[in-house]
């Protein structure tokens, strides 16, 4: 079993920054990629980074060049830092685990996930 807790999330202005964290516990999380997934109100879930084990990384265009996924696997930790936040990044965001260990873009596929953390960036 794995257990994924965010913290992180906030108000900021618009241009501004925040670094959200994913801890997790479970002897095997160091093997998983840990993907981050947002939903607005209204709106599907979308995908938004990942990263492997090993730290590569992958991310959806929406927000390549502003956010950057990294993992410390010796806190069991994931990090999204996120810059130059726009309003339409506004948003839930939750990190998930995948036990197939592979990166997927579809919510569906990944098998933990935490209770989210709000962000919302006004304009």
């Known amino acids: 079993q794995v257990q994924l807790v965010e913290s992180g999330g906030g108000l900021v202005q618009a241009g501004g920054s925040l670094r959200l964290s994913c801890a997790a516990s479970?002897?095997?999380?160091?093997?998983?990629?840990v993907a981050w997934f947002r939903q607005a109100a209204g709106k599907e879930r979308e995908f938004v980074g990942a990263?492997?084990?090993?730290?590569?990384?992958y991310y959806a265009d929406s927000v390549k060049g502003r956010f950057t996924a990294s993992r410390d696997n010796a806190k069991s930790t994931v990090y999204l830092q996120m810059n130059s936040l726009k309003p339409e990044d506004t948003a839930v965001y939750y990190c998930?685990?995948?036990?197939?260990?592979?990166?997927?873009?579809?919510?569906?596929?990944?098998?933990?996930w935490g209770q989210g953390t709000q962000v919302t960036v006004s304009s």
């Open positions: 998930a685990a995948s036990v197939s260990y592979k990166v997927s873009y579809y919510s569906g596929d990944y098998d933990y």
């Open positions: 479970g002897r095997t999380f160091t093997s998983y990629p």
């Open positions: 990263v492997t084990w090993s730290g590569t990384t």
